[in-house]
């Protein structure tokens, strides 16, 4: 047995260079990537529920690697933010997000998600100024995603850069509602716009009673609050029905659309507004 042990952890040693290694090309690649600009965004529709209208897209990154293809955002924004780039590639996504929303209709918003680390170790106020400068687009037309862990250090400059968008008119949504944990106390210390539904209760709403209360209460506490409330990962009619019966505002999921390159959202626009 402990020749075994033996054989297995030499065996192992170099799987854990290779791991090293394989991460090593991966983070050089990753800023290469920034700098050949082989980001792209894609556009989800975000729709509102009564009359059924677009209102909006989110802007979702992907990386398209050369030799991998298109790489997901959950595949690398984690690495990203670990070695300290996504700074930078949230800097290009605003820039990139306000310049192609800047040529659509004038009463179509663009989201933008932030990751924490942008408010820890960044400049978001100065980024979004930049953004909206070199485009034109009215800040008005912004929203800018956030995660409860965005608030989690309850750290002051956070605060007050969210505070300081707020007062340039950028709307401030709350994203993946219910998953973390003290969300309503967040909700008391910042004025948020918008609450968006995480996409796991709205995926259970046909099945069983307690998602539809949830989701019931969070409509309820957005009325209440004076904030609009999205329903996520809406993927089947049956699911929009309850939404819409719950008094929902607005809607995005797979239902309606994937999330498409920007050379298709004319053709988003075009088909909604045809209604
Ligand atoms: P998120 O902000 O919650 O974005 C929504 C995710 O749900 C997207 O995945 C979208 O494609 C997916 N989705 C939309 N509708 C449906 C549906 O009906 N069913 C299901 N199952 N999924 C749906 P995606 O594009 O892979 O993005 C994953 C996450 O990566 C995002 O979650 C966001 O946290 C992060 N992310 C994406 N783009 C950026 C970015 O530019 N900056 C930062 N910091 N994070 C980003
Ligand atoms: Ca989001
Ligand atoms: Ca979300
Ligand atoms: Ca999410």
Request: with cysteine; proline share 5%.
């Amino acid at each position: 047995a402990k020749a075994e042990g033996r054989g297995t952890w030499r065996f192992f040693e170099p799987g854990m260079d290779a791991e090293i290694l394989k991460r090593r090309q991966f983070e050089a690649e990753l800023r290469r990537a920034l700098i050949e600009e082989q980001f792209e965004l894609h556009y989800q529709p975000l729709l509102a529920a009564e009359p059924q209208a677009l209102v909006g897209f989110e802007a979702l990154v992907r990386w398209r690697h050369p030799r991998r293809g298109l790489v997901q955002p959950g595949e690398f924004i984690p690495l990203a933010e670990e070695i300290g780039l996504i700074k930078s590639i949230g800097a290009w996504v605003l820039r990139k997000a306000c310049a192609d929303a800047a040529k659509w209709p004038s009463h179509i918003k663009i989201a933008v998600n932030l990751s924490p680390l942008q408010f820890m170790d960044g400049d978001p106020v100065r980024d979004v100024e930049l953004a909206l400068a070199a485009s034109g687009l009215p800040a008005e037309r912004l929203e800018l995603e956030i995660t409860e862990s965005v608030l989690l250090q309850d750290n002051e400059t956070t605060l007050s850069s969210l505070h300081r968008l707020h007062a340039m008119g950028v709307r401030i949504s709350m994203d993946d509602f219910g998953t973390g944990y003290s969300s309503l106390s967040y909700l008391r210390r910042f004025p948020f716009d918008k609450i968006k539904i995480d996409r796991s209760f709205v995926h259970a709403l046909a099945q069983d009673t307690g998602s539809i209360a949830i989701v019931r209460a969070v409509i309820g506490l957005g009325k209440a609050l004076g904030m609009d409330v999205l329903a996520e990962g809406v993927e089947t009619a049956e699911q929009l029905r309850i939404l819409k019966l719950e008094g929902c505002d607005e809607l995005q999921g797979y239902l309606f659309s994937r999330p498409q390159p920007v050379q298709d959202v004319a053709e988003m626009i075009a088909r909604y507004a045809q209604g």
